[in-house]
C-alpha cells in the first residue's frame, strides 16, 4: 500500500512539473512586435483611505498586544505548574 501511495504522489509530482507547463505554452503567431505602452496620464497621488490609515495601524496594534497578553499568560499560568526539580 506504502508503495502505492509513492507510485502516485511521483506521477502526481511528474505531472505537475512536466507535462502541465507544456501543456500551457501558448502557441507562437510569428508576429514580433512589440507591445503598444500606454501611460496613464491621470495618475495623481492619493489619499489613503480612513480604514487604511486609521483601522489597519489600530488593528495591527491590537493584535501585538493580543499576542503579548497571550505569551504571558501562558508564561505565568502554564509553565508555573509544570516545574522539574532536581
Known sequence: MHRLRLLIAALAVFAVVGVAPA??????????????????????????????????????GASGFVILVVALGYGIRVRGRYRVTR
Do not use: C
Open 23 to 60: 501543456l500551457a505554452q501558448a502557441d507562437t503567431t510569428g508576429d514580433n512586435q512589440p507591445a503598444v505602452v500606454i501611460e496613464d496620464e491621470s495618475a495623481e497621488a492619493k489619499e489613503p483611505a480612513w480604514t487604511f490609515r486609521f483601522l489597519v495601524p489600530t488593528l495591527l
